[in-house]
């Protein structure tokens, strides 16, 4: 039975991946350059900000240092974030079902704390999670399990006790690696295969979890 469950953040629990799209293709309009989403799909999604300046201003020959493009892509998110970033769908759902079954919640994101808890208390759902771990506490990000690791720890649970519910490859593969079992719900990007088949399930929705762990862990029909 699982007895625990681990969030990722963005893309899986809070919109932030259409949000940086936006954010990115609003940038490139000011210098006359499309970005469609698909670019940003196949290129962007799922990978860290730096990571991301960096290839903006070398494939589009932006006039920024790497520095100047996160400062911009910061102060817009910034922005951004305090309009409101939307919730995804099954989202409540799930949460009130985990506290009602009386399951540990833990987040495990490689945001910044306050930048997290901003985007969680906009939404209430704060007071869901009895644990965070966030960026800067493990020596490594995923795709190491540390972050994962670190949320079963202070959980007080084993890794085999516990469920990961991830968005991305890097976060999967960082599950995978902990000895966690995971459940993808993708966002913009739909992992590789071979990703894919490190999971436990795929599912359209965080409420469409809750069979799973009705079933204690058990395999979903087409999944």
Same mark, same amino acid.
């Given at each position: 039975?699982?007895?625990?469950?681990?969030?990722?953040? @963005?893309?899986?629990?809070?919109?932030?991946?259409?949000?940086?799209?936006?954010?990115?293709?609003?940038?490139?309009?000011?210098?006359?350059?499309?970005?469609?989403?698909?670019?940003?799909?196949? @290129?962007?999604?799922?990978?860290?900000?730096?990571?991301?300046?960096?290839?903006?201003?070398?494939?589009?020959?932006? !006039?920024?240092?790497?520095?100047?493009?996160?400062?911009?892509i910061f102060a817009?998110?910034?922005?951004?974030?305090?309009?409101?970033?939307?919730?995804?769908?099954?989202?409540?759902?799930?949460?009130?079902?985990?506290?009602?079954?009386?399951?540990?919640?833990?987040?495990?994101?490689?945001s910044l704390r306050?930048?997290?808890?901003?985007?969680?208390?906009?939404?209430?759902?704060?007071?869901?999670?009895?644990?965070?771990?966030?960026?800067?506490?493990?020596?490594?990000?995923?795709?190491?399990?540390?972050?994962?690791?670190?949320?079963?720890?202070?959980?007080?649970?084993? !890794?085999?006790?516990?469920?990961?519910?991830?968005?991305?490859?890097?976060?999967?593969?960082?599950?995978?690696?902990?000895?966690?079992?995971?459940?993808?719900? !993708?966002?913009?990007?739909?992992?590789?295969?071979?990703?894919?088949?490190?999971?436990?399930?795929?599912?359209?929705?965080? @409420?469409?979890?809750?069979?799973?762990?009705?079933?204690?862990?058990?395999?979903?029909?087409?999944?």
């Amino acid at each position: 039975m699982i007895k625990a469950v681990i969030f990722d953040l @963005d893309g899986l629990l809070v919109d932030t991946e259409t949000v940086c799209y936006q954010i990115l293709r609003d940038i490139l309009a000011e210098f006359g350059y499309p970005f469609p989403l698909e670019e940003y799909t196949r @290129d962007y999604s799922g990978k860290p900000e730096d990571i991301n300046a960096a290839r903006l201003i070398q494939t589009h020959r932006l !006039p920024w240092t790497v520095e100047e493009g996160l400062e911009r892509i910061f102060a817009m998110e910034l922005q951004r974030h305090a309009q409101g970033v939307a919730l995804k769908p099954g989202a409540k759902e799930l949460l009130a079902y985990l506290r009602e079954t009386g399951r540990g919640v833990a987040m495990a994101s490689s945001s910044l704390r306050e930048r997290a808890l901003n985007l969680l208390d906009q939404h209430h759902i704060t007071d869901y999670f009895q644990h965070f771990v966030f960026a800067g506490e493990v020596e490594r990000g995923k795709p190491a399990p540390d972050v994962f690791l670190k949320a079963c720890e202070k959980l007080g649970r084993t !890794p085999a006790d516990c469920l990961v519910l991830e968005d991305s490859e890097a976060g999967i593969q960082a599950a995978h690696a902990a000895g966690v079992p995971v459940i993808c719900v !993708p966002d913009l990007k739909t992992p590789d295969r071979r990703f894919l088949a490190m999971t436990a399930a795929v599912c359209p929705s965080l @409420d469409r979890v809750i069979p799973y762990l009705d079933l204690g862990g058990a395999p979903l029909a087409g999944t």
